[in-house]
């Protein structure tokens, strides 16, 4: 004999949560709809706050391990090392294993802005610029830069050649001295 959750499909605590956050969220949407439906002329309607949440699982990190000794690689093997990072794991994966490392709560909140054809994260404001896109050249970079923010996280393997991987910290010297540029 299972409870009464269960019957009704939830398998963990953590689903139960998920559906009395989403049911609270349509009440309080559908109150603020009721008051909004008579309103005195002139009157503003009344918004909705942010009903939105997120959900986070505990995983292993985003990069592989790469703690090898001399002995242990071989010359053919060095390109298996070009990317860092696992197979499968998304940019949004990337940004909330910096978040911790960098002070930003994980409930910060985050815009996706595009810059010079880019998808840079914008979090909690201007406090972190991050990028992991392909092919990111000077001019992305550039314009993370006159952003202001006080950290800017890049992908190693993000990076568009030589010149702009030599670029990226004289570019955040340049137009945000006070940037805290790091490479994942």
Known sequence: MGSNAAENGFKT??????ERIRL????????????NEQLELGAEPKPYPDL??????????NFKDFYLT?????????FDFA????????????????LPKLG??????IEERMLAGRKVFFVDGDK????????????TIEEMAKAKPWYAVIRDSSMADDATHA??????????????????
């Open 13 to 18: 605590i953590c689903e139960i949560g998920e």
């Open 24 to 35: 609270v969220g349509k009440n309080i949407k559908a109150q603020i709809d009721k008051e």
């Open 52 to 61: 939105g949440f997120r959900v986070l699982r505990i995983d292993s990190s």
């Open 70 to 78: 001399p002995g242990e690689t071989a010359q053919e093997s060095l």
């Open 83 to 98: 990317d860092n990072v696992k197979e499968g794991r998304s940019d949004l994966d990337l940004l909330f294993e910096v």
């Open 104 to 109: 930003i709560p994980y409930s910060a909140k």
């Open 128 to 139: 972190l610029a991050a990028c992991f896109d392909a092919n990111v050249g000077s001019d």
């Open 167 to 184: 670029n990226y910290e004289e570019l955040f010297r340049t137009y945000s001295p006070d940037t805290v540029p790091q490479v994942i």
